[in-house]
């Protein structure tokens, strides 16, 4: 079994070790799906917790799976004195499934922009998503998006509260609810965002925000950025 060094959410790393020696666990998958900002097949893992001992219902919690390689060859020295020769990290970051839901309303937008979407049933969103997504796919393409893994994204309960958060949503019976997805909800919902990020208190939590935003000129750290580089250049020189 091949070891990898990796940076999780600590209640994430528990319960992929617990689902290693447990075959009752809660599930871990892996899912391959569309990057929502580049289309690309990309990774990511869903992580399901039970909410209590006494419920048999269940919260999943979605990351994106990034590996970052080294520029040269390195290696890993561990606690138990192990030495791992592949030296790349993996890093697990929490993900808004609405994110992941935008290549899947992309798919099954209807082509003429002028036409109004119907009201549909969750698994026929889904399915006719994946028939949309994976037909480019070849089977030689180990990266492809499968089916499987966009149907299991349909089923998990994180997605089924986002897709109300950028849908309207009619309870046709108590078994049928349909969705039609609104554009005009989805940048309510995305400019929520954008306001909480740029709240001070947000803001200045982020430190990887604010030194990108330094880089490009912009938030109040892009003063600091510039002169760090200025100085950098003169010692170089």
Not at 158 to 172: F, G, H, P, S
Not at 197 to 213: E, H, Q, W
């Amino acid at each position: 079994m091949t070891t990898h060094i990796c940076v999780a959410p600590s209640d994430v790393v528990g319960r992929m070790s617990v689902a290693s020696t447990s075959p009752d666990a809660p599930g871990q998958r892996f899912l391959r799906l569309p990057h929502p900002r580049t289309s690309v097949p990309s990774l990511f893992l869903a992580s399901e917790q039970p909410e209590a001992s006494s419920s048999k219902t269940a919260s999943t919690t979605i990351l994106e799976v990034q590996s970052i390689s080294p520029d040269a060859s390195r290696s890993w020295f561990t606690e138990d004195d192990q030495v791992l020769g592949d030296g790349k990290l993996l890093v697990f970051t929490p993900v808004d499934p609405l994110f992941l839901l935008l290549p899947i309303m992309s798919a099954v937008a209807p082509p003429n922009k002028a036409t109004t979407a119907q009201f549909r049933p969750l698994e026929d969103i889904f399915e006719d998503a994946a028939s949309k997504i994976t037909k480019a796919s070849t089977e030689e393409d180990s990266d492809r998006v499968s089916t499987d893994d966009i149907l299991f994204l349909g089923r998990l309960g994180c997605v089924l509260e986002a897709m109300k958060r950028i849908c309207e949503v009619k309870e046709i019976t108590e078994d049928i609810t349909v969705y039609r997805f609104s554009q005009a909800t989805l940048l309510s919902e995305l400019q929520a965002k954008v306001t909480r990020l740029s709240d001070a208190a947000s803001y200045v939590s982020f430190r990887s925000l604010a030194r990108g935003l330094a880089k490009d000129g912009l938030g109040p750290e892009a003063g600091e950025e510039k002169e760090d580089i200025r100085k950098g250049r003169r010692n170089a020189q």
